[in-house]
């Protein structure tokens, strides 16, 4: 009687998944991702605040204050910050309101000179001009409300925001040791050890996230406050630094930053081109820092190489817009810490890591 190899029936535990299933399952997730984004972007963002506050927590508890005591005055410290973006972001506001007067009147001089140049060297008469704005203003009324619309959307999104992290951290936080009781449990007995050592390295892995995107605000502030000065604009530290802090504020806080400076060189110099050359100094420091200040900065510190920071962020820009770009880059780095120690998944590791790897010794 043949007997056959005890081994012949049995997969071996690093066998490859197949390409189609791959494929599969990269869909399924990002189907999942994209129409539960409502619940995952302020889950995770509260994810994001929790690991970063809770060495200060456990500081704090161990010193011997109340969990929820230490707990609420954490939280209290980011809504602080959070609140002093939000005035300074309304303080630029204000500061543009005082210059409205003079910026108005420069506004209509230099529409009064483009119609005179129009009707010089076009031939297109004042009447005729007006006829024109007129038209498009009766046009774009059937534009207003969905407009309005959407914006009012996009504020009642936000506002939902920054009620719920808040909410989802505090509970996170205060029941840390249950959720991770839980994750012992639904993994092997002898997985425990590698699951600790996970959730520590996350822990540290968002610290030094953080880290990165305050080296990526400080360059992005110098980088303004340069190119503002070379133009001549005043106060170029003032306004490089106030845009830096505010591009945490997705396409709105940049927008609003550049109002003031753009305001204040028209009025100062009498002359379209220092405007323009405040919006291309502004534009040319934003791609610098989506394609290089950020993957560079963020992704060493993460260890995760320049194109699969540039990759993350895209795809997190498709599925979860601006949110999506800032969060992905530590979902992949969690993905890095478990794929490190999962030996089918040796081959991701070395895809996402920066390519440096420590000799083996015999």
Same mark, same amino acid.
């Given at each position: 009687?043949?007997?056959?190899?005890?081994?012949?029936?049995?997969?071996?535990?690093?066998?490859?998944?197949?390409?189609?299933?791959?494929?599969?399952?990269?869909?399924?997730?990002?189907?999942?991702?994209?129409?539960?984004?409502?619940?995952?972007?302020?889950?995770?963002?509260?994810?994001?605040? *929790?690991?970063?506050?809770?060495?200060?927590?456990?500081?704090?508890?161990q010193k011997g204050i109340n969990q929820t005591i230490a707990i609420f005055i954490t939280l209290s410290t980011v809504l602080i910050l959070t609140l002093g973006i939000v005035y300074l972001l309304f303080l630029q506001i204000n500061e543009f309101t005082h210059e409205w007067e003079p910026f108005k009147i420069k506004l209509l001089e230099s529409l009064n000179q483009l119609s005179i140049y129009i009707t010089e060297n076009i031939g297109i008469t004042a009447d005729e001009q007006i006829s024109f704005?007129?038209?498009?203003?009766?046009?774009?009324?059937?534009?207003?409300?969905?407009?309005?619309?959407?914006?009012?959307?996009?504020?009642?999104?936000?506002?939902?925001?920054?009620?719920?992290?808040?909410?989802? *951290?505090?509970?996170?936080?205060?029941? /840390?040791?249950?959720?991770?009781?839980?994750?012992?449990?639904?993994?092997?007995?002898?997985?425990?050890?590698?699951?600790?050592?996970?959730?520590?390295?996350?822990?540290? !892995?968002?610290?030094?996230?953080?880290?990165?995107?305050?080296?990526?605000?400080?360059?992005?502030? =110098?980088?303004?406050?340069?190119?503002?000065?070379?133009?001549?604009?005043?106060?170029?530290?003032?306004?490089?630094?106030?845009?830096?802090?505010?591009?945490?504020?997705?396409?709105?806080?940049?927008?609003?930053?550049?109002?003031?400076?753009?305001?204040?060189?028209?009025?100062?110099?009498?002359?379209?081109?220092?405007?323009?050359?405040?919006?291309?100094?502004?534009?040319?420091?934003?791609?610098?820092?989506?394609?290089?200040?950020?993957?560079?900065?963020?992704?060493? /510190? =993460?260890?995760?190489?320049?194109?699969?920071?540039?990759?993350?962020? !895209?795809?997190?820009?498709?599925?979860?817009?601006?949110?999506?770009?800032?969060?992905?880059?530590?979902?992949?780095?969690?993905?890095?810490?478990?794929?490190?120690? !999962?030996?089918?998944?040796? !081959?991701?590791?070395? =895809?996402?890591?920066?390519?440096?790897?420590?000799?083996?010794?015999?």
């Amino acid at each position: 009687m043949i007997q056959i190899p005890k081994t012949s029936n049995v997969i071996p535990s690093n066998s490859k998944f197949s390409f189609t299933t791959i494929l599969q399952l990269v869909v399924l997730i990002c189907i999942i991702l994209y129409y539960g984004k409502t619940l995952f972007i302020p889950l995770s963002f509260s994810l994001l605040i *929790s690991f970063i506050l809770y060495p200060i927590c456990k500081w704090m508890e161990q010193k011997g204050i109340n969990q929820t005591i230490a707990i609420f005055i954490t939280l209290s410290t980011v809504l602080i910050l959070t609140l002093g973006i939000v005035y300074l972001l309304f303080l630029q506001i204000n500061e543009f309101t005082h210059e409205w007067e003079p910026f108005k009147i420069k506004l209509l001089e230099s529409l009064n000179q483009l119609s005179i140049y129009i009707t010089e060297n076009i031939g297109i008469t004042a009447d005729e001009q007006i006829s024109f704005f007129k038209n498009a203003m009766n046009n774009s009324g059937t534009e207003t409300f969905p407009l309005i619309k959407t914006i009012l959307y996009s504020l009642s999104s936000y506002a939902f925001l920054l009620l719920i992290i808040p909410v989802f *951290s505090a509970l996170i936080l205060y029941h /840390r040791k249950m959720l991770v009781q839980v994750l012992y449990e639904v993994f092997p007995p002898n997985k425990k050890k590698a699951i600790h050592e996970v959730l520590i390295e996350t822990i540290n !892995t968002y610290y030094n996230f953080i880290k990165g995107m305050a080296l990526v605000y400080l360059i992005v502030g =110098l980088l303004n406050s340069i190119g503002l000065a070379i133009i001549g604009v005043p106060h170029p530290f003032l306004f490089g630094f106030t845009a830096s802090i505010l591009t945490f504020i997705p396409y709105i806080g940049i927008m609003i930053s550049s109002l003031l400076p753009i305001a204040i060189s028209w009025i100062t110099f009498n002359s379209i081109w220092y405007p323009l050359g405040v919006i291309l100094v502004f534009s040319i420091v934003q791609i610098l820092e989506a394609y290089v200040i950020f993957p560079f900065a963020v992704g060493s /510190r =993460l260890k995760i190489n320049t194109l699969m920071i540039i990759i993350m962020i !895209t795809i997190g820009g498709i599925l979860w817009g601006a949110a999506g770009m800032i969060l992905f880059i530590p979902f992949i780095s969690i993905i890095k810490l478990i794929a490190e120690r !999962t030996e089918s998944l040796k !081959t991701l590791s070395i =895809l996402l890591g920066d390519g440096i790897h420590k000799k083996e010794t015999d």
